[in-house]
């Protein structure tokens, strides 16, 4: 059993944060706060606990732990303890202590960080316990977990009648250009080749749909061979939301059309600015940043608290492999858009994170999945918002962060907000638990060592 030992009241909410997530990576943990989560006992007999049942101390370090005397009656017990048994005792720094003033009984102690992050600290702890070969308990796990919160913390008293600001992964599309043309072509060969179009088109019988104009079609086709025999012009906001009757097109073929002309036109302006594709399936694919797309693989963007910030869209992880080499795999951001006609046009983001190692990205699927997994499982909902910001932030017009142009033509383009959709909500949550204090982008801080995983999960 992994006992938590901490100061009360001080250090609750990073103590019960703690052992719910270890408890949901499978390993038996006891704290005064949770108790029961696994099924355990409750440990009346505090001495006879750390004596007979523990495995690790883990000591949570603070200003308040470290002078009140319950807490380190406890860490004098376990230090006697653990006499001659590495590892038993596992400091966790959370605060500024000063290390001169820290406790002489954790004097040459290791001790773990989690003043960078909160979840960054858990994922050094994971791998401790991993290395040092803590058992886990089937007992505990994501459905205990759930079901203590259930118990204890997510009751009525939780929900509050109080409104609250969200955001989601919808960016409006502000402008479209005025005219889409219906293109009609003459001298391609039975089986038509790849057009060598610098913008977006969409085939549709012998001709093409495009924003360009005829001029530009006629200029960039005429060197295969291929004359453009008559051009139509037509609104363009008709034509997305009623259709073409006159031409036998339906509303919905034509959002067909309009969808996979604006969503081309969006991954070719990602392409323009240095991201990559990554095919997924379904012919989908995402647009990720590579290595070195920018000093520090940094982009600077406003949150949505109006605050200049940033966030690493690429980083890196050690890999232990089984053979004990030592290597690093990376990890790259990306995003994939789609466009969403109703109840207004959006584009729609939905973020991805793809890996590569030695600048070649993973060729298995099963590869990317299982790296997947393990890289991004403490990556909480404001660390996924705060890239997918700083991905459309990238994307934006220099001098105006507020804005993307889609380029579809010489002298046509849309416009996106690079700001999401907001919303009130009615209600709010009041978490005793905060599972995003104090800093989410644990990866911005450091690497963390993993295990390396080829096994499907």
Known sequence: ??????????????????ALRLAREGYP??????????????WSDIEDAIR???????????KTSNEKPGVLQELALAKRVGKGREGFVIPLKTDDLASDETTIELTRLNSIDFRGGWVGGLAKLLEKLEKDGMPKDPRFNAAAVATWWQDNLYSGQSIIARSEPQACNWFPIRSLPK???????????RKPEPLPLTY???RFGSGVFSFQTPRELIQALEPMGIT????????????YFGGEPGMNIARDEAARIMHALLKDGFERRCLTGGLRPYDLAGAARCLWFSDGFRDGNKVEFTDLGRKKTYRRMVGRSKL????GEERFRTWHFGIQPQVIRWPEPIIAIK?????????????????????????????HNDTWLARMLAAMAFLAEKGSESLIRIPLGEDAAFEVDSRPVRFESPVSFDSVLSEAAPDDDELDAEPIEEEEEECPI
């Open 228 to 239: 453009v025999e008559e051009s139509r012009p037509l609104d363009t906001e008709g034509f």
């Open 351 to 379: 973020s991805h994170v793809v890996f590569s190692e030695d600048g070649a990205l993973y060729e298995s699927a099963t590869r990317q999945h299982s790296s997947r997994r393990s890289q991004c499982r403490m990556w």
């Open 200 to 202: 977006p088109f969409r």
């Open 179 to 189: 005219r889409i043309f219906l293109h009609s072509l003459l001298g391609e060969k």
């Open 52 to 62: 007979n049942r523990t495995t690790k101390f883990l000591f949570v370090l603070s």
């Open 320 to 323: 232990l492999a089984r053979d």
């Open 1 to 18: 059993m992994i006992f938590l030992s901490h100061a009360l009241p001080e250090d609750n909410e990073f103590t019960r944060w703690l």
């Open 29 to 42: 943990v006891w704290c005064d706060l949770t108790q029961l989560l696994g099924g355990e006992d409750f």
